[in-house]
């Protein structure tokens, strides 16, 4: 039974049609058409030729190109993901590099020499994230499209990776980096979303998701309703954010189910804001070094845990499915604890024995 998915290129506005014809025990064969009367046609031939016996599967199979595993995986698979933004991001350069290598003629040799070109620019664990979602595409033309027997990628190994870095904010950074917010006319959602990543440490895609029927104004909180964890939490505001919050809603459309920070691209009003350029600008004009969105998430563990919270209470705040993703702020809760010690000695004792 043959499907057609229409396709229109996120660059270009063009249409396209993509046809598979699956059927039992043989590979999945697809083929991409500049209309849908062109793409029916091949369907109905291809079928025919399959029922007659007509069609020599496993050379139609060995024609395939990686570049077309890619194409399958990407709109059957990566545009439901939470990070589809890195994934294709990923996936742009293994296109660049072997794309259109064929795809049974593939190589984990390959695979190790383009990875060495990405390690000359990226860090070991930016690396690994990029073979991962290779590896997971591959597995993709394993198990559902059966087109080769086995994933290459897995026979390459990952790169040690360094421990998680904890890097957070000073007093001077947090006041430059806000200040800088606030200079960019083109975009103030900015101070809404840092002032939102430096007091609620939400990550930035559950930011970005952020609809205006998550913004519960009368619990002062937000509701993340699809997590990391795939599970829902709440984050509670605090008065500088949640004013910052309303302010910005006072243009929000009527719609309960729009997106808080939608994209600029107006013929686009449905996709996520595109923050890298923004936050590059702002990143610059505060002279912030080694310093990534994500750690803003770090800053606001850092503040939790020099305020006296526990490392169950962060955990909560941030989401984190385990503790031993929340011990990296430990060292950060020492000086609380040694206060609260000494306040109960000299409660207890007197004030000799604090």
């Known amino acids: 039974m043959a499907s057609f998915n229409k ?11 993509r046809v598979r014809i699956r059927r039992n025990h043989l590979p999945v064969l697809s083929k991409s058409f500049p209309n849908k009367t062109e793409a029916r046609q091949w369907a109905s031939t291809t ?41 294709i991001a990923h996936l742009s350069f293994w296109r660049a590099e072997i794309g ?13 020499t383009a990875r060495e070109k990405l390690r000359a620019t990226k860090s070991d664990s930016t690396t690994n994230r990029y073979l991962a979602s290779l590896s997971a595409a591959l597995s993709f033309a394993v198990t559902e499209l059966e087109w080769i027997d086995k994933n290459p990628a897995l026979k390459v190994k990952k790169f040690r990776e360094p421990r998680g870095r904890t890097r957070f904010l000073s007093d001077s950074e947090r006041e430059g980096l806000l200040q800088a917010s606030t200079s960019l006319p083109k975009y103030p959602e900015m101070q809404v979303i840092i002032l939102i990543a430096l007091t609620t440490g939400m990550r930035r895609g559950e930011i970005l998701n952020l609809r205006w029927s998550d913004c519960d104004f009368k619990l002062r909180r937000l ?24 302010k910005w809603g006072k243009v929000r459309p009527l719609d309960a189910n729009a997106l808080v920070f939608p994209s600029h691209v107006s013929a686009r009003p449905s996709h996520l804001f595109e923050i890298d350029h923004a936050w590059q600008l702002i990143r610059a004009k505060a002279d912030l070094k080694d310093f990534r969105f994500h750690d803003l998430r770090h800053t606001a ?26 011990k990296r702020y430990s060292h950060l ?21 604090s």
């Open 47 to 87: 079928e025919a030729a399959l029922v007659e016996g007509r069609l020599n599967t496993g050379a139609a199979f060995k024609k395939y190109r990686v570049d077309d595993v890619f194409d399958l995986y990407e709109d059957d698979i990566v545009k439901r993901l939470k990070d589809s933004y890195n994934r």
């Open 301 to 326: 563990a850092s503040y939790l845990a020099m305020s006296g919270a526990g490392l169950r209470e962060i955990g909560d705040i941030l989401g984190h499915k385990s503790i031993s993703m929340t």
């Open 7 to 17: 396709r229109i290129s996120p660059h270009t506005g063009k249409i396209s049609w």
């Open 333 to 353: 809760t020492e000086d609380h604890k040694h206060r609260t010690v000494s306040k109960m000695v000299h409660a207890i004792f007197g004030e000799g024995y």
């Open 100 to 112: 259109s290598t064929l795809l049974h003629e593939l190589s984990s040799y390959e695979i190790r």
């Open 223 to 246: 509701i993340i309703r699809d997590s990391k964890n795939s599970e829902s939490r709440s984050v509670p505001l605090a008065d500088v954010t949640l004013t910052s919050l309303r």
